[in-house]
């Protein structure tokens, strides 16, 4: 149960890091075109 929602915690930070990473992506390669 515990291993569980520390897996659940963990992948939504995942989630979060990657998305935010795909937007500073997004927004820099916008600002160089």
Same mark, same amino acid.
């Given at each position: 149960? +515990? *291993? *569980?929602?520390?897996? #659940?915690?963990? &992948?939504? &930070?995942?989630?979060a890091f990657s998305l935010s990473l795909l937007f500073w992506?997004? +927004?820099? &390669? +916008? #600002? +160089?075109?």
């Amino acid at each position: 149960m +515990l *291993n *569980n929602i520390c897996g #659940a915690k963990y &992948w939504s &930070w995942v989630g979060a890091f990657s998305l935010s990473l795909l937007f500073w992506c997004q +927004l820099i &390669w +916008l #600002a +160089l075109h």
